[in-house]
């Protein structure tokens, strides 16, 4: 071979190993910082029923589906939802559905939303992994449900015996309260982290937990009204945690990565940070949140009332939340983080509200529309003529 021969041959592995390394370095990219995945879907066109962003050099597929988008977006808009949002995934990471108030389009990766009572998933699971908790434990409480002072719940001349079951469907706060002083800030706060509070991984809008300073701090926190925040999307992982019988799935927003002749370069695959609870805790607080649904506070709930009557079929599980905003924006904040299972496939779901005086819907009744509409869409009840038809559910603005 001559020299100008072996030159050109050099030339060639040598581009072509360059090209493979920045096919690599994009994949990575890619796939190991969700926040770049996120502002990349914003981007994206409709294509042959997908969301696909493409470049001169690659063309990323999505895991969002756009009918099911186009569901939750418009009924964000028929309920004028000003601030609110609601994600749905499946138990194995991918994300299905993402859907924010129009005027403010990235309140599913906000992660400064008070958890609310949502954080009683997380004493609940610390006292069950401790061994403090059975699914009968009964503890002395004083105080009624929704007591907001730890001291009452030490000091109040009314005792009541509380178990943790019927606790947990009407989030009761003395017990969860109590749970938390029993159990100790570093077994609590373990937990948390194991469930990604306060995790800098994978640029994923994680959830904020401040360290208890006292007793008092403590208590208020293991009943969901210390210092801990959230993003919906933050909360759909924690759900999906219970559903794959104590693993953490890795969130995914791509499909599939495809290089400009059409060569897959990579294909999603389910994957997981790991652990986070045994098989018996998760069993345990997936019962509780179906008995939050068939007798808890969401049951009480206009839209869980119709969802039963309408879907005897559809199994409903989850937990609800709700603690006033300080913080932009301002108003109620109100949580369903659940999920429902329908024809044999079970969906994560995460709603969210933060209401003021003009329009409301609550956060846990926009999820249980949010099911309904859904169950309709996956069952073909809903035809492309039906979309502009007047909303078959009744509203009020006051």
Not at 77 to 94: H, Q, T
Not at 190 to 198: D, I, Q, V, W
Request: hydrophobic share 40%.
């Amino acid at each position: 071979m001559s020299v100008k021969k072996a030159l050109i041959v050099l030339l060639v592995l040598v581009l072509t190993a360059c090209s493979h390394q920045n096919r690599l370095e994009v994949v990575r990219k890619i796939t190991s910082d969700f926040s770049y995945q996120f502002n990349l879907w914003k981007k994206a066109k409709l294509e042959n029923g997908s969301y696909v962003f493409e470049d001169e050099n690659y063309k990323v597929f999505f895991t969002v589906k756009p009918e099911l988008q186009e569901t939750l977006e418009r009924l964000l808009k028929r309920f004028k939802v000003k601030y609110g949002a609601v994600v749905l995934m499946s138990p194995d990471g991918k994300i299905l559905a993402l859907a924010s108030s129009l005027e403010y389009p990235n309140l599913v990766f906000k992660n400064t939303f008070p958890c609310a009572s949502t954080f009683k998933l997380i004493t609940a699971s610390a006292g069950l992994e401790s061994g403090l908790l059975k699914k009968n434990t009964v503890l002395c409480c004083g105080g009624v449900e929704d007591s907001c002072s730890p001291t009452v719940w030490l000091k109040s001349k009314l005792w009541l015996k509380r178990d943790f079951t019927s606790s947990f469907s009407l989030s009761a706060n003395p017990f969860f309260g109590n749970v938390a002083r029993l159990i100790g800030r570093e077994e609590l706060l373990e937990t948390a982290r194991k469930f990604g509070f306060n995790s800098k991984a994978y640029n994923f809008p994680w959830g904020i937990v401040r360290n208890p300073l006292d007793d008092n701090e403590l208590a208020l926190l293991g009943a969901g009204l210390g210092i801990s925040r959230t993003s919906p999307l933050h909360l759909g992982l924690i759900v999906s945690t219970f559903l794959n019988n104590g693993t953490m799935p890795k969130p995914f927003l791509i499909e599939k990565v495809e290089d400009k002749n059409g060569k897959v370069l990579w294909e999603f695959t389910k994957s997981s940070f790991g652990k986070v609870v045994s098989s018996e805790t998760s069993k345990i607080i997936k019962d509780l949140m179906i008995e939050t649904v068939k007798s808890g506070t969401a049951s009480t709930k206009k839209y869980f009332k119709i969802l039963k009557r309408r879907f005897p079929n559809v199994l409903v599980g989850g937990k609800t939340g709700t603690l006033s905003e300080l913080t932009y924006p301002e108003g109620r904040c109100e949580w369903f983080a659940g999920f429902f299972t329908f024809k044999g496939k079970t969906f994560v779901i995460v709603s969210l509200a933060v209401n003021n005086s003009v329009y409301y819907i609550s956060g846990q009744d926009l999820g249980a529309v949010s099911i309904m509409e859904i169950v309709k869409r996956l069952n073909q009840q809903v035809v492309d003529s039906d979309r502009n038809q007047p909303c078959d559910y009744e509203f009020h603005a006051y």
